[in-house]
């Protein structure tokens, strides 16, 4: 509910509980000074630019960096999670060169989340992968752990790309048996029966070979 105040032949319009500090043209002097003594007891507009200017003030002191800095809207993405260095160490290449050494190898891959043991000429089925035709080569670089009989070499948390050569070839998408799910709920009779098909995609490796550092 709104109460309009006259006041210099100009009505202003204030809320109902607001207290009006009425100042009359004769008085002026008297009542300054009586408000100067009792600014803690009365309720002050807050058009008035004396308290604005505390408020604010105090604002400043508080809490300068939310005031003056502006805060970023968004994270900085983290950095990759394997950086192919322009140099190794002649330790790093010493070990690269003896797996490379040996005659067969394996390697721990990561495919749409899940992880796989494979050797050459393996046979990985996964869930579908988009944008894949029956064909294409693929290009791992997701590899957790590279090794041999002999050595081994883990990544933290991935192997470097410039480490190994790892390739598959897509071979067919087939689908799965036809699967009856019922879904129902707490406290009801009724249910509902929902068929699916899952989708494969087959892969063949190809190719898994350790390069050699130079």
């Not at 006259?6 to 300054?32: M, S």
């Not at 003030?57 to 300068?64: E, F, R, V």
């Not at 939310?66 to 809207?73: E, G, H, M, S, T």
């Amino acid at each position: 509910m709104i109460r309009s105040f006259l006041h210099n032949n100009v009505i202003r319009k204030f809320p109902i509980n607001v207290r009006f500090l009425h100042y009359n043209n004769n008085n002026n002097n008297n009542n300054n000074n009586n408000n100067n003594n009792n600014n803690n007891n009365h309720y002050h507009h807050p058009n008035n630019k004396l308290n604005n200017n505390k408020l604010t003030n105090k604002l400043q002191d508080k809490q300068p960096e939310l005031r003056y800095k502006a805060q970023p809207l968004y994270r900085p993405l983290a950095p990759p999670l394997s950086i192919i260095p322009d140099s190794f160490s002649t330790e790093t290449k010493e070990a690269v060169n003896r797996l490379r050494d040996q005659m067969r190898y394996y390697a721990v891959v990561e495919i749409r989340s899940q992880k796989f043991l494979i050797t050459k000429n393996d046979l990985v089925i996964t869930h579908r992968l988009r944008d894949v035709n029956v064909g294409d080569e693929l290009r791992l670089n997701r590899v957790l752990e590279l090794g041999s009989k002999d050595f081994t070499i883990k990544g933290q948390p991935l192997v470097l790309e410039a480490f190994y050569s790892i390739k598959a070839t897509v071979i067919e998408q087939p689908k799965g048996p036809l699967i009856t799910i019922i879904k129902k709920k707490r406290r009801n009779r009724h249910k509902k029966h929902v068929t699916h098909k899952q989708t494969y995609t087959v892969l063949r490796i190809s190719e898994v070979e350790v390069n050699k550092l130079e």
